[in-house]
Nanobody
Framework: QLHLVESGGGWEQPGGSLTLSCTTT????????IGWFRQVPGNEREGVSA??????????LDSAKGRFTISKDNVNAKTTVNLQMNLLKPEDTGVYYC??????????????????????WGQGIQVTVSL
C-alpha cells in the first residue's frame, strides 16, 4: 500500500474555493492512479476525481465538472495530487479521502470513481461548505 498524507480542506462559504493536497513519498508506477473520494454520513464513498500517474488521464464526477480540477506533480521523488475546488456548493460538504489505485484496469474512466478498486487510503479530511 501507499502511504498517503492529506492536507487542505476546512470551511468555506458557497461560491468559494478550497484546495486539497495528497502526497506520497512511496514509489509510484505509471499505471497507478490517485484520486479523491467524498463521504457523508449514511452514504457510500463517492469518487470525485482521479488522475493516472503516467499519462495524466483524469476522471471527474459529473457534478464537479466545470468547478473542480485535479493535477499532479512529482518533485524530489514526492508525488502530490491536488484537487482545486472552485464554486463550492453545500452539497460538496463531506469527508474527503485520498486514495491510490495500483491495479491495472482496462479502461481508466470506468474504474476511476469506484472505491473498491483503490487499495490505499488516507485518513480523510473534512470539507464544510456553508454560510
Amino acid at each position: 500500500q501507499l502511504h498517503l498524507v492529506e492536507s487542505g480542506g476546512g470551511w468555506e462559504q458557497p461560491g468559494g474555493s478550497l484546495t486539497l493536497s495528497c502526497t506520497t513519498t512511496d514509489f509510484v508506477l505509471d499505471h497507478y492512479a490517485i484520486g479523491w473520494f467524498r463521504q457523508v454520513p449514511g452514504n457510500e464513498r463517492e469518487g470525485v476525481s482521479a488522475i493516472r500517474i503516467g499519462d495524466n488521464a483524469t476522471y471527474l464526477l459529473d457534478s464537479a465538472k466545470g468547478r473542480f480540477t485535479i493535477s499532479k506533480d512529482n518533485v524530489n521523488a514526492k508525488t502530490t495530487v491536488n484537487l482545486q475546488m472552485n464554486l463550492l456548493k453545500p452539497e460538496d460538504t463531506g469527508v474527503y479521502y485520498c486514495a491510490a489505485q495500483r491495479i491495472h484496469v482496462p479502461n481508466f474512466a470506468n474504474y476511476a470513481g469506484l472505491a473498491e478498486y483503490f487499495d490505499s487510503w488516507g485518513q480523510g479530511i473534512q470539507v464544510t461548505v456553508s454560510l
